[in-house]
């Protein structure tokens, strides 16, 4: 017969479960930290951002776990989740999608992946008729190679005749702007410690001036380091270089952010500002970016918000965000083509 006046052992995997259970629980609950604090201050809460799904999965799979078991520790995935909730709707939405619209700006961004898609083959001409199929009057491309001029970019998009370009150096990507409207005031900031840059133009509709802001923030290099991580000779160096180098771009996106924040600050027109930040919303980068726009997903999105197709959908990255004062999202949808990692985002803005 026991003896319940004793302390009873407590097993070994029970104690661990509830150990697991109130971490996860409080890691998971900072994710918010992620939006406000610099990643040169402390970086693991840009990590936190990042893995924030997966987290989210795993405080679901505890609670399931907990509520067979009819424990309380139930309530600790439940306050995860619940302290999460200003990331759902950077995920889902449900809005109506008029089929036509007679919205002004017909307006789509693209990382274009160098025009190759399988086999180096060229995706251009695909890429062409694609938008030109949706009628897309105002384009923002990410890496379009270097050896592409102004030139070869109007004779492949005949509907933009207005192109404006970074201009590209040795090995480095451009960006691009196109559109059928009148682009003037054409201005590249570039950040003087890596070749990502951002192109800005003033674009005129309906005698209204647009500033369009196209940008490509430093990557995270996960496809140059993963290399490394297959069959490595020395796996715990290979990590600890990878997490580095990634964790390090993180630093970087946090300087070009608030650079380019100085810059949207002082604008004198409203702005469509859009591209590949490679950054979720759950991030500084992203926050500091949008500050008052309004981003188009959340406005006009309709169910599940992804842009980048490899990690098992789960990052959206591309955005296009916009001044709500002057500027109105009638329509949010990526595109469904494989020509690139990424998904074009195309949106119906109409001015006010």
């Known amino acids: 017969m026991k003896n319940y006046s004793e302390p009873q052992p407590v097993p070994i995997g029970t104690l661990f479960f509830k150990v697991a259970c109130i971490l996860l629980m409080v890691v998971t609950s900072l994710s918010f930290m992620a939006l406000y604090v610099p990643p040169e201050v402390f970086v693991l809460f840009q990590w936190i951002g990042v893995l924030l799904p997966l987290l989210l999965l795993c405080n679901l799979l505890f609670l399931l776990?907990?509520?067979y078991k009819r424990t309380w520790y139930s309530i600790c995935p439940i306050i995860a989740l619940l302290a999460n909730f200003h990331y759902y709707p950077h995920k889902f939405q449900m809005h109506h999608q008029e089929k036509e619209n007679a919205s002004e700006i017909k307006f789509a961004t693209y990382n274009v992946h160098e025009f190759k898609m399988i086999y180096n083959i060229s995706s251009i001409e695909q890429i062409a008729a694609y938008l030109f199929t949706n009628k897309v009057n105002t384009l923002c491309l990410q890496e379009v190679p270097e050896d592409y001029t102004i030139a070869e970019l109007k004779n492949k998009?005949?509907?933009?005749?207005?192109?404006?370009?970074?201009?590209?150096?040795?090995?480095?990507h451009q960006l691009a702007i196109l559109s059928s409207y009148p682009l003037d005031s054409i201005a590249t900031i570039s950040f003087p410690e890596r070749p990502n840059c951002a192109l800005f133009a003033d674009m005129t509709v309906n005698n209204e001036k647009i500033r369009i802001g196209n940008f490509h923030l430093q990557t995270t290099n996960w496809n140059q380091v993963k290399g490394n991580l297959i069959n490595p000779k020395n796996t715990s160096s290979s990590w600890a270089d990878a997490l580095g180098t990634i964790s390090s771009n993180f630093k970087f996106r946090g300087r070009q952010v608030d650079s380019l924040r100085h810059v949207l600050d002082r604008s004198p027109h409203p702005l469509i500002i859009s591209g590949d930040f490679n950054n979720t919303?759950?991030?500084y980068g992203y926050k500091t970016i949008k500050g008052d726009l309004k981003d188009a997903?959340?406005?006009?999105?309709?169910?599940?918000?992804?842009?980048?197709?490899?990690?098992?959908?789960?990052f959206r990255i591309d955005f296009v965000l916009y001044s709500g004062t002057k500027i109105h999202a009638e329509n949010y949808r990526t595109g469904s083509i494989d020509f690139?990692?990424?998904?074009?985002?195309?949106v119906d803005l109409g001015i006010q």
């Open 281 to 283: 919303p759950v991030s």
């Open 157 to 172: 998009f005949p509907s933009l005749p207005y192109v404006v370009v970074t201009g590209g150096k040795s090995k480095e």
């Open 297 to 314: 997903y959340r406005e006009a999105g309709n169910g599940y918000g992804y842009t980048y197709r490899y990690f098992m959908k789960l």
């Open 65 to 67: 776990i907990c509520l």
């Open 340 to 346: 690139s990692d990424h998904l074009p985002v195309l």
